[in-house]
């Protein structure tokens, strides 16, 4: 039924839950698992000075995110792959889609409101609207979205 199954990964935690979701139907249909991070580079075309630094970071980001599902693919015996581009993400992962025959998209989504629904969530919501295959969305569970919105506060009072 399934060969060909796309993981698109941001490192987060809902990534994670989708990254297991993907190993175990990969294991059971005897499929490829496709590992994509994307450097979404929309978000910070208006950035004068410093943009190849965050981009860089992302780049850093997005090798261990997919290495990290390779790593578990192989502790599995599953065949993987893993790719990191920029661009658009919805678009990028639809292109991929597109491009490497996929059968079936395992994401994660974040069940947020607010900013944080409308920076990532929104990359789901577009992928499962324009996708020409399945996509399976995994949700974190309320105790996962507390201890990630808890992360996500102390990420940004490290940062001030």
Do not use: F, N
């Not at 499929?31 to 208006?46: G, K, Q």
């Not at 577009?126 to 506060?153: G, M």
């Amino acid at each position: 039924m399934y060969s060909e199954i796309l993981v698109p990964t941001d490192g987060s935690r809902a990534a994670e839950r989708a990254i297991d979701h993907a190993l175990d139907l990969a294991k059971t249909y005897d499929a490829r698992i496709h590992a994509l991070y994307v450097v979404d580079t929309s978000i910070y075309t208006s950035l004068d000075a410093g943009a190849d630094v965050v981009i860089d970071a992302l780049e850093r980001e997005g090798d261990a995110a997919t290495r990290h599902v390779l790593a578990a693919a192989e502790e599995a015996g599953i065949d993987a792959q893993a790719e990191v581009v920029t661009g658009t993400a919805y678009r990028s992962i639809r292109e991929y889609i597109d491009d490497h025959d996929i059968d079936l998209v395992v994401m994660g989504t974040h069940g947020r409101t607010g900013l944080s629904h409308y920076l990532l969530g929104s990359v789901t919501e577009r992928v499962v609207r324009t996708s020409p295959v399945p996509v399976l969305t995994i949700r974190l569970d309320d105790e996962e979205d507390e201890a990630d919105a808890v992360d996500e506060e102390t990420d940004a009072e490290a940062e001030e």
